[in-house]
């Protein structure tokens, strides 16, 4: 258990489904964060949110809709997606005990759009 | 701004053999330095950081770094691998007042038996 927790660990969805992915964690961390990872290419950064509030979006297509309901729960709302969006999602969490923490990342959500 | 460089995207090793992952990086301020590991379909695991203690980090797994401020870099070193260490490793940076990471774009290791 990493302690931080992503449902589901895989998802088959159409291009007109619409589906969420959902992050939680419980270790009091006050930062989180949405990364796709697809194969052959590095960690992206989508966005960073702060006390539930967001502060980076890294020109993110709009299919892609975060939510930060409280510091605990973190969602990506998908939309009308792409093959091309089809990669592992990760979650990861931070907190303010102080900059060298690192961050707790989950397990991923391993996403195939058909 | 930070940035993070992985030297080689692919390294293959022996079992048995040493294992050298190496990461180079830039920052204008004193950096906190760190060492992922992600095995197939996993997340992102911490192996070990340095944050300005000793300049020899020991990790999880047998692995160590050593930080060299006068290279710019803190590369990812193992006496002898195990076939359980074939994984892709991620080297990471952040300046001294933010929490916000830095990812380079991994090393994939193979180990041949």
């Known amino acids: 258990e990493t302690g931080v927790t992503q449902t589901p660990r895989h998802l088959v969805m159409g291009m007109t489904n619409k589906k969420s992915l959902k992050c939680e964690q419980h270790?009091?961390?006050?930062?989180m964060y949405w990364y796709k990872q697809s194969a052959k290419k590095p960690l992206e950064l989508m966005f960073v949110y702060n006390f539930k509030e967001q502060t980076e979006n890294n020109s993110v297509p709009s299919r892609f809709s975060p939510e930060c309901p409280n510091s605990s729960h973190l969602f990506l709302h998908l939309h009308t997606l792409q093959p091309e969006d089809s990669a592992l999602y990760l979650c990861?969490?931070?907190?303010?005990?102080?900059?060298?923490?690192?961050?707790?990342f989950g397990s991923g959500t391993r996403l195939t759009v058909v | 701004a930070q940035s993070v460089t992985q030297l080689g995207s692919h390294v293959s090793v022996s079992e048995g053999a040493l294992v050298l992952l190496r990461c180079n990086y830039s920052?204008?301020?004193?950096?906190?330095l760190f060492w992922y590991v992600q095995y197939p379909n996993q997340g992102l695991q911490l192996l070990l950081k340095y944050t300005s203690a000793a300049t020899l980090v020991k990790g999880i797994n047998g692995f160590e770094a050593e930080f060299k401020k006068s290279e710019t870099s803190f590369h990812l070193t193992k006496p002898s691998a195990h076939m359980s260490d074939a994984a892709e490793y991620f080297c990471?940076?952040?300046?001294?007042?933010?929490?916000?990471?830095?990812f380079g774009k991994g090393t994939k290791l193979t180990v041949n038996p």
């Open positions: 990471a940076v952040s300046d001294g007042g933010s929490e916000k990471l830095v």
């Open positions: 920052s204008s301020v004193p950096p906190y």
């Open positions: 990861a969490s931070s907190g303010r005990q102080g900059a060298g923490y690192g961050y707790t």
């Open positions: 270790l009091g961390h006050n930062a």
